[in-house]
């Protein structure tokens, strides 16, 4: 007897050969649906995939994807979390507490396409200094980024270590994602 279930949500139908998904059948042959979802384009922009990504999405009844285990970090509220360690970079690490003190947002909107003209627009005008990097809060690749962002000079080393660690954590997120900034 062969085992009747398929991915989470969706059973086996030997008649046919497809999997059903409760609102809807799937082929697996194709990797797609035989028909429309029904909640149409807000189950993403091809409307008859499975859940984009079969492998790291679920789509328990049917209507809406959701990730099948949490691999974000969160900073107890629902946004994802980058984290600044300040036992490794405690020049940027200071600066971001400062600048949030002073007002610049913890929560960000990724943005990596306008980078290049907020990081001349935050940089306009402050002079750069010898051994020393320019620091931008919120950086350059955050919608919230650009003119008014709050400048410090800090060591080339905590300020790349740090973006370069901030740009690896932001990866896995697409443009349009709000993060939330934490210091450890």
Not at 40 to 55: K, R, T, V
Request: net charge positive.
């Amino acid at each position: 007897m062969e085992q009747p279930l398929r991915f989470q949500g969706q059973y086996f139908d030997g008649e046919t050969g497809l999997h059903y998904n409760r609102f809807r059948y799937y082929d697996p042959v194709t990797g797609r649906f035989i028909h429309q979802d029904p909640i149409d384009l807000e189950g993403g922009l091809n409307s008859f995939l499975y859940a984009n990504n079969p492998l790291e999405w679920i789509d328990p009844v049917g209507l809406q994807r959701k990730r099948k285990r949490s691999t974000t970090k969160t900073c107890g509220c629902s946004l994802p979390c980058i984290t600044i360690d300040s036992s490794k970079y405690p020049e940027t690490a200071q600066h971001v507490k400062d600048a949030i003190a002073a007002g610049h947002p913890d929560e960000v909107t990724i943005d990596r396409p306008g980078a290049k003209a907020r990081r001349k627009a935050s940089l306009k005008g402050i002079k750069t200094k010898v051994n020393k990097d320019r620091d931008e809060y919120p950086p350059a690749m955050f919608k919230e980024g650009g003119t008014g962002a709050d400048v410090k000079h800090i060591d080339p080393c905590d300020n790349r270590g740090a973006g370069s660690c901030m740009g690896h954590q932001c990866k896995k997120y697409p443009d349009g994602t709000k993060v939330k900034i934490k210091v450890k």
